[in-house]
């Protein structure tokens, strides 16, 4: 039955021309941009209950009838469906490269045009040429320096506006150059397989960390516009000029060595390199996307190192300037989550459709302690550039952290008795300590016992304790690194920092120090006003042990003396073990108990099986993409309409029942 035939019959149901063709576009697969409206007329009441059985009547009609989307099996065909709603895609943390501005590359003559990345690129994980710690062209610092706050944009009370009530960090040299498609695995072994003439071997994978990801967005967002091209669908505001066959040549050809090495070594499965990832991302999407949508799509890079005020305002412009006046789906990761998070907190009205979250550190990520102490060696143990004086530059990280000792739990503890020379008599084993040593990229293979101990947690928010408790750049191996004026410009920084960080985590999240007292706190204020929250999917692992207990304890060697004399100690007086503390089920990296939103929020679970590092890969490579993608699939149907008939009867029965 075609639409012409429908919207007769509709018209013969006592319906206008233009009602008839609004309601059959909704149910035809073919017009599919059309299906929000069903959801509308259930809420304006312009939909009977009578009309949905000639509906089902006339579309059951239709679908049985072989034509355009069906074989003549009555199979349906693997086709682009359009969707006119926006799909924004976030990333997390370190998941966009940082280069050099062409006039700051600090290259030579012949590549001062160019921008020069300082991550993340396969040089500097390999460290070749050889360089040190803290070398220039490695460097991510940011300035310690500040303008006064920007303009604000939003209304005073507007969660988007708290970064506008501080000074605003210099930006500094370096900029976002691209979404980060592949990260390494790096390992030895020995092949004892038959037919093999190589019996040893080096296995290096390019793990496309968000590859699939973004090849599969770009596709669709391609898909989408030729399409509008073709004719066959009406052309929206939302056409981009990243679709522009030209510029996606040119993308090509200005892809780094990195970028081309992951896609290389990806489509040569068992080469010289043994890859272990089994098929191509190409191939592996064939495997997942049995309902395809061409719709447009973006990729929100961004300065991961700048503040999570600031970066959720970001988030929000570029949905905006990306697609004004329409609103946007989101999918996101890790930090990532967050920021949209909070976006939608603030302006729910641009993300009506909802949101697919993945990994997302919403409660404490103690974690992070580690990173900021020692800082830690890239995932080939050559090159350490998240070293402590870079990471203090920092400010997204400082958001991470409990405002009261009721949240932090028993997630940092003090050991040190257990290690005395008279031991209390509830110690009867001592724990395994392995001081100093970085857990990041080294998981656990079991689940671990909690490790007693006395709750360690200090201010977080503030850098005077910082300093007390010698972490980072406070630490004795830096007095002669850094001087006085350095140090106060670190606490400064910190500071202004912290206290914007604070606010935005007890403005989004709900979170206060009068939790400690039992006292009404800002999540209490808060549950008032999320009653039109959009759709909120949350989708976490729980296969991966994941430390989530630091331990802490006093050094036992003596004091000693530094070269340049007195009684002062060359060693923290601290020392912390991130590897030996309780293990839970999660990600590797983030708890899955503390991966979803607070309470007043109403959201629905779902529970993956990946790395926090591969959550965005196809399940060929490990990740769980293909689930999280279904999610991301079925909550934009559910916003244009595009469900089953008695779903649409039952909630129809339960608006009338509502509304009488």
């Known amino acids: 039955m075609t639409f012409k035939m429908i919207v007769t019959q509709l018209m013969l149901h006592g319906y206008s021309r233009h009602s008839a063709r609004w309601v059959s576009s909704a149910f035809l697969p073919t017009r599919a941009r059309s299906c929000y409206c069903i959801h509308n007329m259930l809420r304006r009441k312009l939909l009977p209950h009578e009309s949905l059985t000639a509906l089902r009547t006339l579309t059951t009609t239709a679908s049985s009838t072989p034509g355009k989307g069906l074989t003549q099996n009555r199979e349906p065909i693997r086709e682009w469906e359009p969707i006119d709603v926006p799909l924004v895609f976030v990333p997390g943390m370190k998941g966009t490269h940082l280069a050099f501005s062409g006039e700051e590359s600090d290259a030579t003559n012949s590549e001062s045009a160019k921008k020069k990345r300082v991550w993340l690129t396969l040089s500097h994980l390999l460290n070749i040429p050889p360089r040190p710690d803290g070398d220039p062209l490695r460097d991510l610092s940011l300035p310690l320096t500040y303008d006064e706050p ?7 009370d507007d969660i988007l506006n708290i970064s506008s009530r501080y000074p605003m960090q210099h930006r500094g040299k370096l900029v976002p150059d691209g979404i980060v498609d592949h990260i390494i695995e790096f390992s030895l072994g020995n092949k004892t397989s038959s037919g093999d003439p190589r019996n040893n071997f080096v296995d290096l994978n390019f793990l496309p960390f968000y590859g699939h990801t973004t090849r599969l967005l770009r596709e669709m967002d391609e898909q989408y516009h030729k399409r509008i091209r073709d004719g066959k669908v009406e052309s929206t505001n939302s056409f981009q000029t990243q679709d522009d066959d030209n510029e996606a040549v040119n993308a090509m050809s200005n892809k780094g060595i990195f970028d081309r090495l992951g896609s290389f070594v990806e489509r040569t499965s068992n080469w010289a390199f043994v890859n272990t990832t089994k098929s191509s991302a190409q191939e592996q999407q064939q495997l997942h996307d049995s309902t395809k949508h061409s719709r447009p799509t973006a990729v929100f890079s961004y300065d991961w190192r700048r503040s999570l005020p600031e970066l959720c305002t970001d988030l929000h412009d570029f949905c905006e300037t990306t697609f004004p006046g329409q609103p946007v789906q989101i999918l996101a990761h890790s930090m990532g989550g967050l920021m949209a998070f909070a976006a939608m907190r603030s302006h729910p009205e641009k993300y009506d459709p909802g949101a697919v979250v ?3 550190p919403f409660e404490t990520g103690i974690q992070y302690l580690q990173d900021l102490h020692k800082g830690y ?14 990471q203090f530059t920092m400010s997204s990280h400082w958001s991470f952290f409990p405002i009261s000792k009721k949240r932090l739990e028993d997630r940092f503890v003090d050991v040190s008795k257990q290690f005395s020379n008279d031991p209390p008599s509830d110690y009867q084993v001592q724990v395994k300590f392995d001081a100093d040593v970085s857990g990041i990229g080294k998981p656990t293979s079991t689940l671990q016992p909690t ?3 006395e709750n360690a947690y200090f201010n977080f928010y503030d850098p005077n304790e910082w300093e007390m408790h010698q972490l980072g750049v406070f630490g004795p191996e830096y007095d002669d690194k850094i001087d006085d004026s350095q140090r106060k410009a670190y606490k400064q920084h910190m500071q ?6 604070k606010e935005w985590r007890a403005k989004v999240l709900g979170e206060c120090e009068s939790e400690d007292n039992g006292k009404k706190t800002d999540r209490d204020d808060t549950m008032a006003n999320v009653s039109n929250f959009p759709p909120f999917v949350a989708c976490a692992s729980d296969k991966v042990p994941t430390v989530n207990q630091i331990l802490r304890r006093k050094r036992q060697l003596p004091t000693t003396l530094n070269h340049t004399g007195g009684n002062k100690s060359v060693l923290n007086k601290w020392e912390y073990d991130y590897i030996n503390g ?8 983030i708890d899955y108990d503390k991966a979803f939103p607070p309470s007043f929020i109403a959201h629905k679970k ?3 099986d990946s790395a926090h590092a591969k959550q965005m890969c196809w399940e060929e490579s490990g990740g769980s993409f293909a689930r999280v993608y279904q999610e991301v699939v079925e909550q934009i149907n559910e916003y244009v309409g595009c469900r089953p008939l008695d779903i649409l009867e039952a909630q129809n029965n339960n608006l009338q029942s509502h509304l009488s």
Not at 150 to 156: G, I, L, M, T, Y
Not at 582 to 589: E, K, L, N, Q, T
């Open 606 to 608: 779902v529970t993956l």
């Open 377 to 390: 060696y890239t995932e080939l143990d050559r090159c350490r550039q998240f070293i402590p004086e870079s």
């Open 582 to 589: 309780r293990s839970v089920p999660g990600d590797g990296r």
């Open 496 to 501: 202004i920092q912290m206290t914007a960080a």
């Open 451 to 453: 490790v007693e101990g």
């Open 358 to 360: 993945v990994g997302v």
């Open 150 to 156: 920007r303009e604000p944009k939003f209304d005073e």
